[in-house]
């Protein structure tokens, strides 16, 4: 009778042992799976963002450019802006988990063109070697749009981009009036000769955001339009068709064209091409 018992009890233990076994690795596979969806979720892949406040600003200038003109005041909702411009690392990560084109046909990173820094080695795309922390350049605007909203963001609006970039006393460059230096920005550069997201912060905008002068141009949500600006006249509209305002100037660009008011407007927009000089950065409401 005992030899039953025990039988039966180590009958019993085994179950229990296997049931304890199946339950950890059970266990084990679902961390697995859940960190290793935290580690290519958007949410673990975003930027530190600077808050900027609610307000009306000055947008445009009196004296720049005649599409920076007139002066006129624009009331902004409080929103959040990276500090630092998408690099080549970051939207290689992007690449890797999206096609190059979207569903319509519309390339997001020119990867063809010789001034590419990210590049397909063996099914993998990968920042060119020293060209990781750079910011991105070949990406088309549909490509900002679409990296962002992955991020649960969104490009910042043209209002917004002034705003965050001269804050409210009107300044001329992100750093204030203080004619441009080597030290506050990347400008008056070799041909695609960038330099990396964080070489200048003595270049930080009021809201501590860098890179908002020189290095790159910036894509924005807006049409590219005659001011006043008026975000409901249908310039935000987020189809895909005219041309797209750039912003903050590239390290070619001249000192007048790296103003917080300046436009781009001799660059070339086409929302659907990637260019050598042209990246982003994104905002969140």
């Known amino acids: 009778m005992k030899v039953i018992r025990i039988k039966y009890f180590l009958s019993k233990l085994n179950i229990k042992i296997y049931q304890t076994v199946a339950i950890f690795f059970v266990y084990l596979t679902l961390s697995h799976i859940v960190n290793a969806q935290i580690k ?9 963002m600077a808050f900027v406040p609610a307000g009306t600003f000055i947008m445009g200038s009196t004296t720049g450019a005649e599409d920076e003109k007139p002066e006129h005041p624009v009331f902004v909702k409080a929103f959040w802006l990276d500090i630092l411009p998408v690099t080549n690392a970051d939207f ?11 569903i319509q046909g519309e390339t997001y990173y020119d990867d063809r063109d010789a001034d590419a820094r990210i590049h397909l080695v063996s099914s993998v795309w990968l920042p060119d070697i020293g060209y990781e922390n750079h910011p991105v350049n070949e990406v088309s605007w549909i490509g900002g749009k679409d990296y962002c909203h992955w991020l649960n963001k969104r490009l910042p609006t043209e209002s917004e981009w002034e705003k965050a970039a001269r804050g409210l006393d009107g300044r001329k460059y992100p750093w204030g009036n203080a004619d441009p230096q080597i ?5 008056d550069a070799p041909f695609n000769a960038s330099a990396p997201v964080d070489a200048y912060p003595d270049g930080a905008s009021p809201y501590g955001i860098l890179d908002m002068a020189g290095n790159q ?11 006043p600006y008026q975000e409901d006249d249908g310039r935000e509209d987020q189809q895909t068709g ?7 100037g590239g390290h070619d660009s001249n000192a007048q064209e790296i103003t917080s008011t300046h436009r781009g407007r001799y660059l070339s927009r086409n929302p659907k091409a990637g260019h050598h000089n042209i990246g ?6």
Do not use: D, Q
């Open 40 to 48: 290519h979720s958007p949410t673990h892949l975003s930027k530190t």
């Open 92 to 102: 290689a990560t992007f690449l890797n988990t999206h096609p190059l084109k979207n």
């Open 183 to 187: 030290k506050f920005a990347r400008y």
């Open 217 to 227: 141009w910036e894509w924005v949500s807006s049409m590219y339009r005659a001011y």
């Open 242 to 248: 005219p041309i797209r305002v750039t912003r903050g």
């Open 280 to 285: 982003f950065r994104c905002a969140k409401s």
